[in-house]
């Protein structure tokens, strides 16, 4: 859009002015499921469901902000009935290694965008691609769009690949997530997600990067049983979720805080323990 363009629209019609609307309404929505929830037993979210719930991760209900992640493998998405079930937000797989973009990426992100589901891509490493050709297909599939979400990097051994089943020593993997992230930040101009499991993360992760915010699996006990010393922004809390607008399993996920935190986190893409330090790093400026 031109600057002209730009200054021609109301305040509330610019980028930053729907951004902005898009936190209140999002906030307005948590605060009401919220109080719902209070009046009903702690569940915020009571028309989703898990098919195969595991007792370790129970009070992933508690956290009044909770989204999905998704790929091919969901299939055809109704993303109204996914907004209407009170998702909160939604990561959509995008590219995998330097070759591949998931089949579903463009029909789901536009729809999460139609719908207004908050959603982010997230790339899949694949540990056989160099750094560099992963980040030049990233940035070649994904709009920079200034109104998603921080991009996620996927970082986990892939032991059932048929072409690239290795691990790699934890120097080089750790130099090319670093590179990853950067391209990402330097790309999208916002600091980016980590997403790892619990093997990745201690035979890599534990330990380092703790600028960046992290995205954990743990679906069978809460992310601090399974991560030493790790501050978790996002917790994959089951693979077996089940949504509305969502045919069979999917992943469902936590957001730590509150709603007015979750708020925050949508107006500066940065998440708000960690304001103070990004800022001086020139992130969190706001939208």
């Known amino acids: 859009m031109s600057l002209r363009n730009e200054l021609s629209l109301t305040p509330s019609d610019r980028p930053a002015g729907r951004l902005r609307g898009l936190a209140k309404r999002i906030l307005a929505g948590a605060l009401v499921a919220s109080l719902a929830a209070c009046a009903g037993g702690n569940d915020f979210y ?35 009935s996914v907004k209407g079930a009170g998702t909160q937000f939604a990561f959509i797989k995008a590219t995998e290694g330097g070759d591949h973009v998931d089949e579903r990426f463009r029909e789901n ?26 980040m030049d297909w990233f940035k070649r599939n994904v709009p920079n769009d200034p109104t998603a979400l921080p991009p996620v990097l996927d970082v986990e051994w892939n032991g059932h690949s048929q072409t690239c089943p290795k691990k790699l020593p934890k120097a080089q993997a750790l130099a090319m ?20 499991d619990i093997t990745f993360h201690k035979d890599v992760l534990e330990g380092e990067l703790p600028d ?4 954990l699996r743990s679906t069978a ?40 935190e979750w708020a925050s986190f949508l107006s500066t893409d940065c998440d708000p323990r960690d304001h103070g330090h990004l800022t001086r790093q020139g992130l969190c400026t706001g939208k």
């Open 109 to 134: 992100w536009d729809g999460a965008g139609r719908a207004g589901v908050p959603r982010g891509a997230y790339h899949f490493v694949f540990w056989c691609r160099s750094a560099k050709e992963q």
């Open 46 to 80: 009571p028309t989703k469901g898990d098919v195969k719930p595991h007792p370790g991760v129970a009070r992933a209900k508690q956290h009044p902000i909770q989204g999905i992640d998704i790929s091919k493998w969901q299939g055809p998405i109704d993303w109204a």
């Open 212 to 215: 960046y915010p992290h995205w």
């Open 177 to 196: 997530t670093q590179y990853m992230l950067e391209e990402m930040e330097r790309y999208t101009g916002k600091r980016p997600i980590i997403y790892t």
């Open 221 to 260: 006990a809460e992310p601090e049983q399974r991560f030493a010393n790790r501050k978790w922004m996002l917790w994959q809390f089951t693979s077996t979720g089940r949504v509305p607008g969502v045919r069979g399993d999917v992943d469902r996920n936590a957001f730590y805080g509150t709603p007015s």
